[in-house]
T-cell receptor
Framework: DIQMTQSPSTLSASVGDRVTITCRAS??????LAWYQQKPGKAPKLLIY???SLESGVPSRFSGSGSGTEFILTISSLQPDDFATYYC?????????FGQGTKVEIK | EVQLLESGGGLVQPGGSLRLSCAAS????????MTWVRQAPGKGLEWVST????????YYADSVKGRFTISRDNSKNTVYLQMDSLRAEDTAIYYC??????????WGQGTLITVSS
């Protein structure tokens, strides 16, 4: 199975900060990567697919980049609604795998 | 509007069985693969199983292979997850998810399965 590793596991930031989260795959997954946001007690929400395509309705402050084995989720200016846990997910193989998550906390 | 409504969760003893259902609406159900993803309490997301739009192919995580069975009834717009030989480590919220080219565009609200004696 393809392993997905996110860093950091926890991130403390302030409103207005630029935030980056990294996701590394154990082997190349081309651009077959999605990012999700999850708030406590809620289901995850799709933010980004195919590494850099913004899902409809998602604010443009979210962006994704990368290909192969290294990917980045960027929040250009952190808003109060963005404090949540973020997950990457590969869909290069039918055995889908998620990263362990990155919790974005208020500094 | 896409809606995915899970049911069938609850408390079950180790070794027991449970069947989850997910009623879908708001899209052409027979045109999409469907997936179950779970999340143990306080933990991350784990892909469990996927069934393609026709039901002709199914895929399972190694952790559930041979114990869980995914199926669908396109006439009822419903996907199922039959869970047998349940273990404590299967305790989780189970989400029904609509697939789109391999990633997950819509999620249900989840149903909690607790495996405990």
């Amino acid at each position: 199975d393809i392993q997905m590793t996110q860093s950091p596991s926890t991130l403390s930031a302030s409103v207005g900060d630029r935030v980056t989260i990294t996701c590394r795959a154990s082997q190349s997954i081309s651009s077959w990567l999605a990012w999700y946001q999850q708030k406590p007690g809620k289901a995850p929400k799709l933010l980004i697919y195919k590494a850099s395509s913004l899902e409809s309705g998602v604010p443009s402050r979210f962006s994704g980049s990368g290909s192969g084995t290294e990917f980045i989720l960027t929040i250009s200016s952190l808003q109060p609604d963005d404090f949540a846990t973020y997950y990457c997910q590969q869909y290069n193989s039918y055995s889908r795998t998620f990263g362990q998550g990155t919790k974005v906390e208020i500094k | 509007e896409v809606q995915l409504l899970e049911s069938g969760g609850g408390l079950v003893q180790p070794g027991g069985s449970l069947r989850l259902s997910c009623a879908a609406s708001g899209f052409t159900f027979s045109g999409y693969g469907m997936t179950w993803v779970r999340q143990a309490p306080g933990k991350g997301l784990e892909w469990v199983s996927t069934i393609i739009h026709t039901g002709g192919s199914t895929y399972y995580a190694d952790s559930v292979k041979g114990r869980f069975t995914i199926s669908r009834d396109n006439s009822k717009n419903t996907v199922y997850l039959q869970m047998d030989s349940l273990r404590a480590e299967d305790t989780a919220i189970y989400y029904c998810v609509k697939g789109r080219d391999g990633y997950y565009s819509n999620w249900g609200q989840g149903t909690l399965i607790t495996v405990s004696s």
